[in-house]
């Protein structure tokens, strides 16, 4: 069974870094076809797409984000790490750690409950 | 890249069915069949309900159905009831090896 959780400061100031951590179980991220992402999404608004760090190390970001963020795995640990510069009271929201199973298609078959961050 | 087009909303009476449109490009929708939608009860994290276009995981109801054609998506679901009330999302892998969400519709029954 996959579970994800993540974990990172509930509130942080105008300017600062954002470092999220999702912790996972149930796969390992070194295994052809794996995938974690993080998604995000503001309060009463839309999902959006963030990011994702393949088992191959492959990391794509979302264009409008991209100079923003870094994500980064940590295999030994079963750990994912995504990091947001800049931040912005704008993004407020709540963010969901994700894994994505290419073999599904790129679907999103197991989410984190989501941490939300407020930027104040 | 811009989010994919989705009715901010529909409606229907229990036991009818409703679709919810996704308009994309040929650089998402259009270019392969990795279409997903998600279900997000109220106060949720999304469930995955839909992969590549047409396929239901196991445990999920066979009143949700999907398909496409050319830039557009779309998810059905019949014989609604009143827990299929939430907010639904549809997102396409792009040409581009990126994701992309719809803009999410509310189902109300």
Not at chain 1, 4 to 19: D, M, N, R, W
Not at chain 1, 97 to 105: D, M, Q
Request: hydrophobic share 30%; net charge neutral; with cysteine.
């Amino acid at each position: 069974q996959i579970t994800l959780k993540e974990s990172g400061p509930t509130l942080v100031k105008p300017t600062q870094t954002l470092t999220l951590t999702c912790t996972f179980s149930g796969f390992s991220l070194s295994t052809s076809g794996m995938g974690v992402g993080w998604i995000r999404q503001p309060p009463g608004k839309a999902l959006e797409w963030l990011a994702l760090i393949y088992w191959n190390d492959d990391k794509p970001y979302s264009p409008s984000l991209k100079s923003r963020l870094t994500i980064t795995k940590d295999t030994s640990k079963n750990q994912v790490v995504l990091q947001m510069t800049n931040m912005d009271p704008q993004d407020t929201a709540t963010y969901f750690c994700v894994h994505l199973a290419k073999y599904l298609g790129n679907t999103f078959d197991v989410w984190g409950q989501g941490t939300m961050v407020t930027v104040s | 890249q811009s989010a994919l087009t989705q009715p901010a909303s529909v409606s229907g009476s229990p036991g009818q069915s409703l679709t919810i449109s996704c308009t994309g490009t040929n650089s998402d929708i259009g270019w392969y069949n990795y279409v997903s939608w998600y279900q997000q009860l109220p106060g949720k994290a999304p469930k995955y309900i839909i992969y590549e276009v047409s396929n239901r995981p196991s445990g999920v109801s066979d009143r949700f159905s999907g398909s496409k054609s050319d830039n557009t998506a779309s998810l059905t679901i019949s014989g609604l009831q009143a827990g299929d009330e939430a907010d639904y999302y549809c997102c396409s892998y792009t040409r581009n090896a990126t994701l992309v969400f719809g803009s999410g519709t509310t189902v109300t029954v």
